[in-house]
DNA sequence: GGCATCGTGTGCACCGTTCTACGTAGAACG
DNA sequence: CGTTCTACGTAGAACGGTGCACACGATGCC
C-alpha cells in the first residue's frame, strides 16, 4: 500500500506483528531480543522464527527510549586527515563482532559543530561516545561525560575522572624524533608546529612542543617552534615561505605528516636535496609518506590499536566500570631516508 | 544527583518540564517546537524562554517515533579517499543553515555492511538518506527508496524511479582526458582502472572505462583496460609490475588519483621521466595531484558542487517532491605537467 | 441576535520498545 | 500433603515526543 507520497506504509512490522505470528506476549519478544531472562528455548526458536520469516527489525528510535540503542556515536575532527581512516578502522574491528553498531558525526575542526554533534548523539539515545581529537576543554568533555559514557582518542586528559582517554605518548614520539635528528649531527633543528587555541594544553600538537623542547634541551640545544594555521590550502604556501627564509634551518621536526609530506616534496621541486639539504622527520606514518619520492621518516602511532583500544575501553565503561581509565602508547619511529 | 553509576539522573528536562515552566500545555510546546499552525506570539515567545533557561533540547529519538528526526544519513563507501571529504562539505554547506544535521556511516567498501548501515539509518527514524558511491545494485537501493527519501552520489542509474541521483558524467571526463592524451600524439594509451563487481555496471569506473573506449574508437584506436584491485596495500605493487612490463605503454589514463598519483610517484623513482616517457591523466583532482613532484593532470568532477546538489535534491524530496531528479554535472580537465 | 468562522490552546491516543510487577504451573522440600 | 522455590510468561505502565479532534472566546455577517 502507498500512501500516497510513495512510501510504504502497510508491511510495517513492528513487534507487535511479530507478538502476534508467534502467538506470544509483546514481553516475550522483547525479552527473546534481549536475550533477557526468563524465556524457554521453545519460545525463543518460535520466536526467532518469526523474526526470520517477517524480517522484522526493531527500531532504534523506539529503543532509545527506555532501553540501549546498541550504538556508539564516533565524533571526528576532520576526515581530511589520512590518519583518522586507520582509527575507524580499529574501531570497527572491535565493533563489528560485538552487538553494537557505530555512526559517526564530523566536527570540521569547529568547536560547536563538535558540541552539537555530541549533543544530537545524546539526544538519539546513543549507549556511548568515541570522541576523536575533539577541540573542546576537558571541562566541556566532563559535562557530556555525566550524561553518557565517552572515550576520547588523540586529547591528553591524564586526570580526567569522569572519561577514559587513549592517546600515543605524544611527548615520548616528538623526543624520538628529534633525538634521531640530533643524533645524526644536526644543531639547528626546528619544531614546525600547528597552531592552535590558547587553552589546549590537551592538544597533541602542544605534546609534541613539550617533547620536542625537552630532547633539545637535554642536549643543551636552542629550540625554535614554528607554529603553522592548519587551514587547508593555504598550507604549501606557508611551508614554501618557510623554506625561502633565510638562513634556513638544516633539520625540522613535523609536527604532522600533514605538512611533512608537502615540505619535503616542496623542498625537493625547490632543488634542495633531502636529508643532504634539509632532514625532515614527520608524525603519523600516514600512507603518503611511504611514497617513494616523499619516502619520509616518521613516528608511527599505531592508530589502529589506538581505535581498538579506546573501542574496548568504552565497551568496558558502558558495562558498569566507573574508574577511569587513562591508556598511553609507545609510539616508534620509522626510518627512511628523508631524516 | 546521582544515580550511583555517574551518571546524572535528576535535571532531565523533557518537554513536560518545560510546559510546566512555561505554565502552557505539552501540546503547546510541542507546536512551538515544530513551528507549527496556531501558536501566538505571545505563547511562543513564553515557551522558548523557558526553553532557553532550562537548556531543553528535544530527545531525536522520541521525535522519530512519531514525527521527523531533523536528521539525514550520510553513507561513505570509504573515508580514504580524499575526494570524499570534499563531498561531506558540500553536503555540509547545505545543511548547516537548514534546520537539518547528519550522521555519517562507513561501509567500507563491503555490500553487507552498507546495507546494515542503512537500514540503522532507517531504524533510527532519519528523515533522508545520500549515498556515496554504494556499493549495490539499483535494485536494492530501490527497495530501500520505498521506506526513505534517497539521494545517491556516484552511481549511475538514470532511469531510476523512486530515488536521485547526483553524478559528475564520468564518460564524459574519460572521454576529455583521453582526447587530451590523443590529441598529444599519443596512440598507445592504456586505461588503468578498478576491478569491480560484474554487476555494476553503475560504477563509476565502468563508466569512465565507457568513455575511454568511446574516444579511442573515435580516433581508430585500440584501447586497453588494465583493471587492478582497490584494496588498501598491494596498489603500489601492482603499479609497479605494470611498469616493469615490456613493453610499457608511453601513456596511461587512471580512473582515479588514488592510483595516478603513485603511479606517477613510483614512475618517477624508476628513473622515467613524466611525461616524456610516461604521460599520465588521472580522475578526481584530488588534492595531492597538485603537489609539485607529482603535478598531475586530472579530471576535476567538482566534489563539493556534487555534495551540496545531493542535499539540495534530498532536501526537496523530503519536502514532498516524487517524480525522480537525475543531475549530471560536466566534468573538466586540469592540465598540469603529467599529460 | 443567532450562527458560522477564525485563531488559539488543550486533552488524549499513539508511536514501538523496555521493564517492573505479578500470575501460574510444576518441582522440590519437610 | 501443604508449602516454598523456581522457571516461564504476561499485563500494563513508562519513555518523550507528535498530531488529531475538539473546546472556547472573540469576530464577522446577514
Redesign the interface.
Known sequence: MDDG????TRGKVTIRTVAEHAGVSVAAVSKVLRNAYGVSDALRQNVMESIETLGY??????R??RGR?F?V?ILLV???N?F??EV??GI?DILSPSEF??????G?SHMPVET??I???I???MDGLILVAPRMSGAVLDRYA???PIAVIGHHEATAA?FDTINSDDQRGAMLATEALIAAGHRDIVMLSQAYAPDSSHAVAGQREIGYRTAMQRAGLPGTVVALPYDGDSV?HHLRQFLEQNPRPRAVFCWSDLFA??LV??A??MGLRVPEDLAVIGYDNNP?A?????DLSSIDQAGRRLGALAAETLLSRMD?R?APHHILLEPSLVRRTSG
Do not use: C, W, Y
Request: net charge positive; proline share 9%.
Open positions: 507520497g510513495g512510501r510504504v527489525r526493531p527500531s532504534a528510535a523506539a532509545g527510549m540503542t550504538t556515536g576532520e576526515i581530511g589520512p583518522i581512516p575507524v578502522e570497527n553498531k557505530s555512526l559517526m558525526g564530523m570540521r552539537s554533534l549533543e544530537q548523539m539526544d538519539f539515545h555525566r550524561q553518557i569522569h604549501p609530506v608537502d616534496n616542496i625537493r621541486s603518503l611511504a611514497l617513494p619520492l616523499v558498569g566507573n
